[in-house]
């Protein structure tokens, strides 16, 4: 893939590092060797090599290497942008052409790959398969991979962007797709996908065909269940007949039995005329002692209401007259009760007249006492100013000019002056306070005794109310007792009463139980008599004989029309059992066909899965990378060796050994160190070496597939690759370049540096800030 022309327009690495809206950059006349791209940091430099290939991405600024881990959306500005880059692979002059607008909230976009043709037209790329560019993402997407192969591949190989994920990162698995992709083979994985594909259809089709089978082991299991259910059947429906059988026989039996009864019957007639009357007459006897034990009952439980009614009218006169004394004193405790009540009265006025007086006290005691508080602070507050006054008015006999014309006048003792007239009116106001302070504090000694009086007269005053309400209370109960003389004289007369009732209750009841004993023993008697005689005639009877022998014979046809309905209901259930049997055998009769394909299908099954791996990443591809991994390591330790000298050699191992011994598929990429003697991984080294390797092995897969793989690429691309290298190792990074483009075939790269003496080295420079507007 050789780059030709592109023009950028609209995005944000030219609005902002260049000032302009759109760019040209026309590369066909370049010479071959290195082009360098300088700038300033954000002229723009990324942004012209992250565009020059036909790929939907921008590598720098994508997060992975995918088409859905980047958008241009985040990458222009305006409501639109393009991008067209005609470029050359393989002797075809291709053009892509991207086309942005975004008019709205929404983008749309569309991407064209054309070829020129020998007419000299640019013709829509169609594949042989009939896909034709038209317009989206996803049939771009197969062109371009068509002719360049896939993105991964690409941005491995040949072109080394900024931030790009080193190869030592990579997983076992990603670094076999890559290389199977690489060397031609990845039409194996799909292969081996589609072989996969058939294993799974096959799978799916065994699992109804082994379902089908467990289906029919069920029936097997089901018709022994039914063959023994049938021969239950036949057992049961045996016994059924044996017992109908014997039915029939005990039927035959009891019908000559009665027979012989009936006959029998008729010659005592009489008997059993006598049988029916002492029936009636025993059920007349049989009433007669329900009524009379009803009768009984009835007057038993009135007798016992009544004499408790009685027994509770005696219990309240007798209540009544145990108060005799108390009613009958009742007038004389209310009499004194009242005296009582007269005298605790009079006491109560005088004692609540004193305390109301007494209370008056205590609080104009209270009020001195807030007072002499107030005029002993006051006192000491103007006492200490007195004093502090005092000391003021001092200075004046104490100072040099005591006695001078001037003493009288000099302004220095001003404050001194004043201090003394302040003074004088401070001793007339201190004198007053004292004789206030000591009127109320007579007067506040003269209360206090008083005031102390109060809560003793306030405990008179409650005892004296107690006593009151007590006496009150004993009132109200004697003139509810008095309020009672008039009961005494009914209680007495009503007890009399109540007491010959009870007697006269008593003794009625008594007489009624005797009388109603005596008719339940002459009604028992009679009864005894009617069923002796009903016993002696009943030993000749043959009527009930022949009731019972007609209930047996009921029940007898009754058995056996019912276990004749069993017998049907047994003939139908094993001949429908006979049936399902029959139908469940004719079913079975093609399990062994169904068992044969299931084992042909899970053979089946078995060659596509072991093509599927034979042909997958553990199988032709593994093999063929490790054929090609010797190649690979001699390629990178060759580039190695021609700019960096003898001190590093890189292994690439694509097996690794197991605790047990045994080698299992996978990818590791060993520097063994000459200088210091030492084997260790990429990951481990400085940052400087890392890029190092890194880059020999980049680009020694990019030589291996143009040596090996026929993979025409022409150009390389690299983005700032030497920034963690020193000088020294930056000049051989430079001889490296050039190693590369000679042993490889190709004819330019294309680089971003931002070191002087790798630019001055370029075969040719593009001056992107010369390229501002």
Same mark, same amino acid.
């Given at each position: 893939?050789?780059?030709?022309?592109?023009?950028?327009?609209? =995005?944000?690495? $030219?609005?902002?590092?260049?000032? !302009?809206?759109? @760019?040209?950059? /026309?590369?066909? *006349?370049?010479?071959? &060797? +290195?082009?360098?791209?300088?700038?300033?940091?954000?002229?723009?430099?990324?942004?012209?090599?992250?565009?020059?290939?036909?790929?939907?991405?921008?590598?720098?600024?994508?997060?992975?290497?995918?088409?859905?881990?980047?958008?241009?959306?985040?990458?222009?500005?305006?409501?639109?942008?393009?991008?067209?880059?005609?470029?050359?692979?393989?002797?075809?002059?291709?053009?892509?052409?991207?086309?942005?607008?975004?008019?709205?909230?929404?983008?749309?976009?569309?991407?064209?790959?054309?070829?020129?043709?020998?007419?000299?037209?640019?013709?829509?790329?169609?594949?042989?398969?009939?896909?034709?560019?038209?317009?989206?993402?996803?049939?771009?997407?197969?062109?371009?991979?068509?002719?360049?192969?896939?993105?991964?591949?690409? =941005?491995?190989? $040949?072109?080394?962007?900024?931030? !790009?994920?080193? @190869?030592?990162? /990579?997983?076992? *698995?990603?670094?076999? &797709? +890559?290389?199977?992709?690489?060397?031609?083979?990845?039409?194996?994985?799909?292969?081996?996908?589609?072989?996969?594909?058939?294993?799974?259809?096959?799978?799916?089709?065994?699992?109804?065909?082994?379902?089908?089978?467990?289906?029919?082991?069920?029936?097997?299991?089901?018709?022994?269940?039914?063959?023994?259910?049938?021969?239950?059947?036949?057992?049961?429906?045996?016994?059924?007949?044996?017992?109908?059988?014997?039915?029939?026989?005990?039927?035959?039996?009891?019908?000559?039995?009665?027979?012989?009864?009936?006959?029998?019957?008729?010659?005592?007639?009489?008997?059993?005329?006598?049988?029916?009357?002492?029936?009636?007459?025993?059920?007349?006897?049989?009433?007669?002692?329900?009524?009379?034990?009803?009768?009984?009952?009835?007057?038993?439980?009135?007798?016992?209401?009544?004499?408790?009614?009685?027994?509770?009218?005696?219990?309240?006169?007798?209540?009544?007259?145990?108060?005799?004394?108390?009613?009958?004193?009742?007038?004389?405790?209310?009499?004194?009760?009242?005296?009582?009540?007269?005298?605790?009265?009079?006491?109560?006025?005088?004692?609540?007249?004193?305390?109301?007086?007494?209370?008056?006290?205590?609080?104009?005691?209270?009020?001195?006492?807030?007072?002499?508080?107030?005029?002993?602070?006051?006192?000491?507050?103007?006492?200490?100013?007195?004093?502090?006054?005092?000391?003021?008015?001092?200075?004046?006999?104490?100072?040099?000019?005591?006695?001078?014309?001037?003493?009288?006048?000099?302004?220095?003792?001003?404050?001194?002056?004043?201090?003394?007239?302040?003074?004088?009116?401070?001793?007339?106001?201190?004198?007053?306070?004292?004789?206030?302070?000591?009127?109320?504090?007579?007067?506040?000694?003269?209360?206090?005794?008083?005031?102390?009086?109060?809560?003793?007269?306030?405990?008179?005053?409650?005892?004296?109310?107690?006593?009151?309400?007590?006496?009150?209370?004993?009132?109200?109960?004697?003139?509810?007792?008095?309020?009672?003389?008039?009961?005494?004289?009914?209680?007495?007369?009503?007890?009399?009463?109540?007491?010959?009732?009870?007697?006269?209750?008593?003794?009625?009841?008594?007489?009624?139980?005797?009388?109603?004993?005596?008719?339940?023993?002459?009604?028992?008697?009679?009864?005894?008599?009617?069923?002796?005689?009903?016993?002696?005639?009943?030993?000749?009877?043959?009527?009930?004989?022949?009731?019972?022998?007609?209930?047996?014979?009921?029940?007898?046809?009754?058995?056996?029309?019912?276990?004749?309905?069993?017998?049907?209901?047994?003939?139908?259930?094993?001949?429908?059992?006979?049936?399902?049997?029959?139908?469940?055998?004719?079913?079975?009769?093609?399990?062994?066909?169904?068992?044969?394909?299931?084992?042909?299908?899970?053979?089946?099954?078995?060659?596509?899965?072991?093509?599927?791996?034979?042909?997958?990443?553990?199988?032709?591809?593994?093999?063929?990378?490790?054929?090609?991994?010797?190649?690979?390591?001699?390629?990178?330790?060759?580039?190695?060796?021609?700019?960096?000298?003898?001190?590093?050699?890189?292994?690439?191992?694509?097996?690794?050994?197991?605790?047990?011994?045994?080698?299992?598929?996978?990818?590791?990429?060993?520097?063994?160190?000459?200088?210091?003697?030492?084997?260790?991984?990429?990951?481990?080294?400085?940052?400087?070496?890392?890029?190092?390797?890194?880059?020999?092995?980049?680009?020694?897969?990019?030589?291996?597939?143009?040596?090996?793989?026929?993979?025409?690429?022409?150009?390389?691309?690299?983005?700032?690759?030497?920034?963690?290298?020193?000088?020294?190792?930056?000049?051989?990074?430079?001889?490296?370049?050039?190693?590369?483009?000679?042993?490889?075939?190709?004819?330019?790269?294309?680089?971003?540096?931002?070191?002087?003496?790798?630019?001055?080295?370029?075969?040719?420079?593009?001056?992107?800030?010369?390229?501002?507007?």
């Amino acid at each position: 893939m050789r780059p030709l022309k592109l023009t950028l327009e609209g =995005f944000y690495g $030219v609005r902002d590092g260049m000032k !302009r809206d759109s @760019l040209t950059l /026309y590369l066909e *006349s370049l010479p071959t &060797g +290195l082009i360098a791209l300088t700038g300033e940091n954000g002229a723009g430099k990324s942004t012209i090599m992250d565009n020059l290939h036909p790929y939907r991405i921008m590598p720098s600024r994508a997060t992975k290497l995918s088409v859905d881990a980047f958008s241009y959306w985040d990458n222009i500005s305006g409501t639109q942008a393009s991008k067209a880059l005609e470029w050359e692979h393989d002797g075809i002059r291709y053009r892509s052409s991207f086309a942005f607008r975004k008019p709205g909230k929404i983008g749309k976009a569309e991407y064209y790959l054309t070829w020129l043709a020998s007419d000299g037209t640019w013709t829509p790329f169609t594949l042989p398969d009939g896909t034709v560019s038209d317009g989206k993402g996803e049939t771009y997407d197969r062109c371009v991979e068509a002719i360049c192969g896939s993105l991964e591949s690409f =941005f491995t190989s $040949v072109f080394s962007a900024q931030n !790009r994920r080193p @190869l030592a990162s /990579y997983g076992a *698995s990603e670094i076999k &797709g +890559l290389l199977a992709e690489l060397l031609k083979i990845d039409h194996l994985r799909a292969l081996s996908a589609k072989a996969g594909d058939v294993a799974k259809v096959l799978g799916r089709t065994l699992l109804a065909v082994q379902q089908e089978l467990v289906a029919l082991s069920g029936k097997r299991a089901r018709i022994a269940e039914t063959e023994r259910a049938i021969v239950a059947d036949g057992q049961a429906l045996a016994g059924a007949r044996q017992d109908r059988e014997a039915l029939h026989s005990s039927a035959a039996n009891l019908s000559t039995q009665r027979a012989s009864l009936v006959a029998k019957q008729g010659e005592n007639a009489a008997v059993e005329t006598r049988l029916r009357e002492l029936a009636a007459r025993r059920n007349e006897l049989s009433g007669s002692l329900k009524t009379v034990a009803s009768e009984q009952s009835a007057a038993t439980q009135g007798a016992s209401q009544r004499r408790t009614t009685i027994q509770q009218t005696i219990a309240g006169h007798e209540a009544t007259l145990r108060q005799r004394d108390l009613i009958l004193g009742a007038a004389t405790a209310r009499d004194d009760a009242q005296l009582r009540i007269g005298r605790e009265e009079s006491r109560v006025e005088p004692l609540q007249a004193a305390i109301a007086e007494l209370e008056t006290k205590r609080l104009s005691l209270a009020s001195l006492t807030t007072g002499l508080n107030g005029l002993q602070s006051q006192g000491t507050s103007q006492a200490a100013l007195l004093k502090t006054l005092q000391q003021q008015a001092a200075v004046i006999s104490e100072v040099p000019c005591a006695g001078h014309e001037m003493h009288t006048t000099c302004p220095l003792l001003a404050q001194a002056r004043n201090a003394s007239s302040q003074a004088a009116e401070q001793v007339i106001s201190l004198t007053r306070l004292r004789e206030s302070f000591r009127q109320q504090r007579e007067q506040s000694e003269l209360l206090t005794p008083q005031v102390a009086q109060l809560a003793a007269k306030q405990a008179e005053l409650r005892t004296v109310n107690a006593a009151l309400a007590a006496v009150r209370l004993d009132f109200q109960k004697a003139t509810d007792l008095a309020a009672r003389k008039p009961l005494l004289d009914a209680a007495v007369a009503g007890l009399d009463v109540a007491r010959q009732e009870l007697a006269a209750l008593e003794t009625g009841h008594q007489e009624g139980l005797v009388r109603r004993e005596a008719e339940t023993t002459r009604l028992n008697a009679l009864l005894s008599e009617v069923e002796s005689e009903a016993a002696r005639l009943a030993a000749v009877d043959v009527t009930g004989a022949i009731a019972e022998l007609d209930r047996q014979l009921t029940g007898n046809r009754e058995a056996i029309v019912a276990i004749e309905a069993r017998i049907e209901a047994l003939i139908r259930a094993q001949a429908m059992r006979e049936a399902e049997r029959d139908a469940m055998a004719k079913e079975l009769s093609g399990f062994d066909a169904t068992q044969s394909r299931a084992d042909r299908i899970s053979d089946e099954i078995a060659r596509w899965k072991l093509t599927a791996k034979g042909l997958g990443n553990d199988g032709v591809i593994a093999l063929t990378i490790d054929d090609a991994g010797p190649a690979l390591t001699q390629t990178v330790n060759d580039l190695l060796l021609a700019c960096y000298g003898m001190r590093f050699t890189v292994e690439v191992q694509t097996q690794r050994e197991l605790t047990s011994g045994e080698l299992r598929e996978g990818f590791e990429i060993l520097v063994h160190d000459a200088d210091n003697d030492n084997t260790k991984a990429v990951s481990v080294m400085s940052g400087g070496q890392k890029v190092w390797i890194n880059e020999c092995l980049t680009r020694g897969i990019a030589l291996y597939l143009a040596r090996n793989a026929g993979q025409p690429y022409q150009t390389l691309f690299s983005d700032e690759s030497d920034g963690p290298l020193d000088p020294k190792r930056k000049v051989q990074f430079m001889r490296m370049k050039r190693e590369v483009l000679k042993q490889g075939g190709y004819e330019r790269e294309f680089f971003i540096s931002q070191t002087p003496e790798l630019i001055s080295e370029a075969d040719a420079v593009i001056d992107v800030e010369a390229l501002a507007a």
